[in-house]
């Protein structure tokens, strides 16, 4: 009897210790795991802190490649830049910025001021481009006006209440927003194609039409202050505007200026009836201005603005947008620095422009630029290093305001295409996208992981960079692996 009993007390203390074993076991096996998700958690985010670190450093490798640029375009040029830069290569580990497509037919730089500004656009203007229904067109200003109106963003018009628009009818179709985020969307896509081979006119929905960035500085071509003929006039300024203009020239615009019903339109018209030939109105325009405001509201760009944008201004047809299109391209340096050569080219009559002077300009200085940062392996005998699929994408309004860009609009497109899925698996629920941030200086990067060191196997910067925006810590020298793109 002892001897079972004994046998029945070892059996149990085997599977006692067996049981004890298993559940050590077991709890080992939890924590390893536990602390292999934690590491992978924190690896992954890590990651996704470093990606988007290094795409704000995307961002601001490419708008010191606009900074550089700055005196072309307040000439009225249009700035070139290469669409993928190398930012560091270490020997495991290289990073690429890249411009995405962004604009109709696959543009890479888009400039702001060639899109209607939408704090000022009416139903009637929106309906004149064509691309646009009454319906649609209404919808859209009742939609700001829920908003609040003022500098709207256009994106914002997606969450306006029982006014907001769709998603389909801000960006065009939903496969067109996922092919946008695609580096080769514009030859991988025959839509693209189609885009591409119809001269640069298509708008796919409203985003392509509207802005809340229409504005540029009150200087001239050379950078210099406009100067402003409203308020007292006294010595400086008519020795200013006789050495501007011409000698006499004060003596008109002055009595005008002081009229009870003083615009800018009849200090214009005042000068103008003594200088008729449009050729002389490009010193007037370009370097006076109505007031001392420090910048210029609202005015499309006549150089780069779709024929759908031109038909907004009026008087501007079918026929006269399609010979602005035409004509622009080969403008001579001197007319790009000023609308004028509307006239010149019989396009609009003197009266006719009058009209629509203080609404027109040659240049856009806030451009539009979308960033994909890989990180990808280092190459061994290609130019730019392999992906691996690991990516962020950022959307940026570069303003070359000033000497020193800065990053007007910035946000995060990490999730884009996402959305669209969704909004197109379910085209009746309303989807919001988030609105712009808050407007970030350039210059100033924000804190992130410390990231690997810069190589020396780059390019000379270009000659102009001590006019572009510090360069993150770490950043060094950009290196052009890919032909420019306008």
């Not at 995307?58 to 010191?64: D, E, M, R, T």
């Not at 290289?94 to 702001?112: F, H, K, N, Q, Y």
């Not at 609009?348 to 539009?368: K, N, P, Q």
């Amino acid at each position: 009897m002892n001897v079972f009993h004994r046998r029945d007390r070892r059996g149990f203390v085997l599977v006692a210790v067996l049981v004890v074993v298993a559940c050590t076991v077991l709890v080992a096996t939890g924590i390893v795991f536990l602390v292999r998700g934690e590491v992978a958690g924190t690896v992954n985010a890590t990651d996704s802190m470093r990606l988007r670190a290094a795409a704000w450093r995307g961002v601001q490798a490419f708008a010191s490649r606009l900074a550089s640029q700055r005196e072309r375009v307040l000439a009225g040029g249009t700035p070139t830049i290469e669409s993928s830069i190398v930012l560091w290569e270490v020997p495991d580990e290289g990073v690429t910025a890249r411009l995405l497509p962004i604009g109709p037919d696959g543009a890479r730089l888009v400039p702001e001021a060639s899109r209607i500004e939408l704090r000022s656009a009416t139903v009637e203007a929106l309906v004149a481009t064509g691309a646009i229904s009454d319906e649609l067109a209404e919808r859209t200003i009742a939609a700001r006006g829920a908003l609040g109106g003022g500098a709207v963003q256009p994106d914002a018009l997606l969450a306006a209440g029982s006014t907001s628009l769709s998603p389909e009818e801000l960006y065009g179709p939903l496969e067109d927003v996922r092919l946008a985020l695609d580096e080769d969307a514009d030859v991988q896509s025959g839509a693209a194609l189609e885009r591409l081979l119809d001269g640069g006119t298509t708008v796919r929905g409203l985003a392509d039409l509207l802005t809340a960035f229409s504005e540029e500085p009150a200087l001239s071509a050379s950078g210099e202050r406009r100067i402003a003929l409203d308020g007292a006039w006294d010595t400086t300024r008519r020795d200013a505007v006789d050495a501007l203009l011409g000698e006499g020239s004060a003596a008109i615009l002055e009595p005008v200026s002081k009229a009870p019903d003083a615009h800018y339109a009849a200090m214009f018209a005042a000068w103008r009836a003594k200088h008729p030939d449009p050729k002389e109105w490009l010193t007037f325009l370009d370097g006076t201005t109505a007031n001392a405001s420090p910048l210029l509201l609202g005015r499309l760009d006549v150089l780069h603005a779709s024929s759908a944008a031109l038909r907004s201004l009026p008087g501007i047809d079918d026929e006269r947008a399609a010979r602005i299109v035409r004509e622009r391209e080969a403008l001579p340096e001197e007319s790009r620095r000023s609308a004028a050569w509307l006239v010149e080219r019989g396009i609009v009559t003197a009266e006719e422009f009058a009209v629509i002077f203080e609404r027109v300009t040659t240049r856009s200085v806030l451009w539009r630029i979308r960033v994909a940062v890989t990180f990808g392996t280092t190459p061994t005998t290609t130019e730019a290093p392999e992906p691996t699929g690991r990516s962020a994408v950022l959307e940026a309004v570069v303003d070359l305001s000033s000497k020193m860009p800065r990053i007007a609009f910035l946000r995060d497109l990490n999730g884009l295409d996402t959305v669209a899925a969704l909004a197109g698996d379910a085209p009746e629920r309303t989807i919001e996208i988030a609105t712009a941030r808050d407007p970030i200086d350039a210059t100033i990067p924000p804190p992130a992981p410390a990231l690997p060191p810069i190589t020396e196997a780059t390019t000379e910067r270009d000659p102009d960079a001590s006019s572009a925006p510090t360069a993150p810590r770490g950043a060094g020298r950009w290196r052009r692996t890919r032909d420019a793109a306008e």
